[in-house]
């Protein structure tokens, strides 16, 4: 079974911290992707990666950064945490290439409260 | 760029019912998938049914079907014979290639 694994469960940080959010996938699988989950807005894409060192914005990049060195290892980067980024973020991860439009496989999800 | 419009914030529906989950989306690619997935209270995300935009054929797994009309640009979920266990957040989801954005999300509650 493909496991996405993300570092933490539950994190406190407080404003204008420099936050870390990992995930690591067993797959191989080419496609990695970010997302944050606020009810009613549903899960909102804030980037995702195709390859190695490959990123693409999503539709709410601003105030995050990614970092993908390693094929299995997708890192989320809040730069200088402000308490609106207080939510649950969710990682996944997809084959990519000549598997495109296949399922994602998800994270148990990062809460992450910014005070 | 690609939206995904789920219109109903809320759905209530008896045990052993039929219901359907509204899901459009607007796109002027010609190859995409969608995809719903669902979200019980534990949080997990559960990948249900995909339907790919060059198929024929209604999607079905089970008692999940996908209402498919690609020229209204709509991909609803019909679930068959509700159960308890039904309960949950549903999201509609679209791929292009390498992406895959998601809809609000529309959170159903079966009664007994």
């Known amino acids: 079974d493909v496991k996405v694994t993300q570092s933490s469960r539950y994190l406190v940080k407080r404003t204008g911290e420099k936050v870390f959010l990992e995930c690591v996938q067993d797959?191989?699988?080419?496609?990695m992707f970010w997302y944050r989950q606020d009810p009613g807005l549903g899960l909102r894409l804030i980037y995702f990666?195709?390859?190695?060192?490959?990123?693409e914005k999503g539709d709410i990049p601003e105030g995050y950064s990614v970092s993908r060195e390693k094929k299995e290892r997708f890192s989320l980067i809040l730069e200088s945490a402000s308490t609106n980024q207080t939510s649950m973020y969710l990682c996944?991860?997809?084959?990519?290439?000549?598997?495109?439009?296949?399922?994602?496989?998800f994270g148990s999800g990062t809460q992450l409260s910014v005070l | 760029a690609q939206k995904i419009t789920q219109t109903q914030p809320g759905m209530f529906v008896q045990e052993k019912e039929a219901v359907t989950l509204d899901c459009t989306y607007d796109?002027?690619?010609?190859?995409?998938?969608l995809f719903w997935y669902k979200q019980p209270s534990s949080g997990e995300m559960i990948f249900l049914i995909y339907?790919?935009?060059?198929?024929?054929q209604n999607a079905t797994e089970g008692r999940y079907s996908l209402n498919f009309q690609k020229a209204r640009k709509s991909a609803n979920l019909v679930i068959s014979a509700s159960q308890l266990g039904d309960s949950a957040m549903y999201f509609c989801?679209?791929?292009?290639?390498?992406?895959?954005?998601f809809g609000a999300g529309t959170r159903l509650t079966v009664k007994p």
């Open positions: 339907q790919g935009s060059y198929d024929q």
């Open positions: 989801a679209m791929s292009r290639t390498n992406d895959m954005r």
């Open positions: 796109t002027s690619d010609p190859s995409y998938g």
């Open positions: 990666s195709y390859d190695v060192k490959m990123k």
């Open positions: 797959m191989d699988h080419e496609n």
């Open positions: 996944a991860s997809s084959w990519g290439g000549a598997r495109a439009n296949e399922k994602l496989f």
